[in-house]
């Protein structure tokens, strides 16, 4: 009954984090400030959650296209950004998903699962991209759609606007900027929408991962076509009513992610002293550093109570690596501690 390639598959992993610090998954490590947790619980307990939450969320995408400073009909919501994804997998043309290698794995996932062919293009050593090489597997490979991650997950680095110009102006399918991490390298690229150019966002980075809120950005014909393929009701009421309201009070968000960037950058000053540590400049909210041995050092911070990201089994340029989230400057300086300890 199940598809042979879907029982292949291994299932996407959540680590046990339970009792660690959790420096895994790119979350903001901060709460809400006790006011504003109270005034968001009073805007929750109004929600009418016996009825169906509003289907065109009309009034929340003219908030998120205003802060965005696009139109309304140009933003489509999805049930975290993963579902979009899956959206515009499903909605395109059936060419190849082209993706550089490494990048976040859901492009690769979701295309499998509809059965859509994928083509990776190497980056350098570096984790830098080759725009040229790029275009030319898009053109070998026929591809229909392309997804860059700016800045790229796991890597953390932004590649040139250039490059990803150079794309945009040569590339006649589907590219997809993907910003997940735009909050941490404030560099945006909604100026280069175009028919056959979308941008990404989510807010799961920037303290809302329990929300479940992803936007996508494009053009509004393009926009009205995807939204045939979105769920009915697919983002629920308590997130519509909590991103309607966080929304007004963004400005707290804002300092939360200027003090990760603060911190990434203490952090990977810190790593770069300490002898063993190959760190790889960030612009995201979490940093990627090579070690000796992964697993021990994996191993090692989980035994100091520190949870992180073990990328060693991906291989090649991800060999011996670890990602580490930013977290508040108490968990950062934990991280700090073990791996000194380790590494003497
Ligand atoms: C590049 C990138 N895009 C999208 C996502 C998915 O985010 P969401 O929580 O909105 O589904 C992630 C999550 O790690 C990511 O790294």
Redesign the pocket.
């Known amino acids: 009954m199940i598809r042979n390639d879907i029982k292949a598959l291994t299932a996407y992993h959540v680590a046990d984090s339970g009792g660690l610090i959790k420096l895994d998954a790119?979350e903001n490590p901060f709460t809400l400030p006790d006011a504003l947790q109270k005034s968001w619980a009073e805007q929750l307990a109004q929600v009418d959650i016996n009825r169906y939450p509003d289907a065109d969320m009309l009034a929340l995408r003219k908030k998120i296209a205003t802060q965005a400073g696009v139109e309304t009909g140009q933003v489509l919501l999805g049930n975290?950004?993963?579902e979009i994804i899956q959206m515009l997998l499903l909605a395109t043309n059936p060419g190849t998903c082209v993706v550089p290698a490494p990048t976040?794995v859901?492009y690769d996932l979701i295309s499998h699962w509809l059965k859509r062919p994928v083509a990776t293009v190497p980056l350098g050593k570096d984790f830098s991209l080759n725009a040229e090489m790029l275009l030319q597997v898009c053109a070998r490979e026929k591809a229909g759609i392309v997804f860059l991650?700016c800045p790229n997950?796991p890597t953390g680095n932004l590649w040139p606007e250039e490059a990803i110009r150079q794309i945009a102006s040569n590339f006649n399918g589907l590219l997809i900027i993907?910003e997940?991490y735009g909050p941490f390298s404030e560099r945006t690229h909604t100026h280069l929408i175009a028919e056959n150019v979308m941008v990404l966002r989510?807010f799961?980075k920037l303290g809302w991962?329990g929300l479940?809120l992803?936007y996508l950005i494009g053009d509004a014909e393009s926009i009205s076509h995807l939204n045939k393929v979105r769920m009915p009701y697919n983002v629920n009421a308590l997130t519509q009513a909590s991103a309607s309201f966080l929304l007004d009070h963004f400005a707290v968000f804002e300092q939360q992610a200027a003090e990760i960037r603060a911190e990434r950058e203490r952090v990977t000053a810190a790593f770069a002293e300490v002898e063993g540590i190959q760190v790889f400049p960030s612009q995201a909210n979490f940093i990627l550093i090579r070690v000796a041995d992964a697993e021990v050092v994996f191993d090692g911070l989980k035994a100091a109570g520190i949870l992180v990201k073990n990328m060693n089994g991906v291989g090649g340029l991800l060999a011996e690596c670890l990602r580490i989230t930013i977290g508040t400057k108490d968990e950062n300086d934990a991280v700090l501690t073990a791996i000194r300890e380790m590494m003497v």
């Open positions: 790119m975290g950004s993963d976040f859901m991650a997950n993907d997940a989510t799961s991962a479940r992803g």
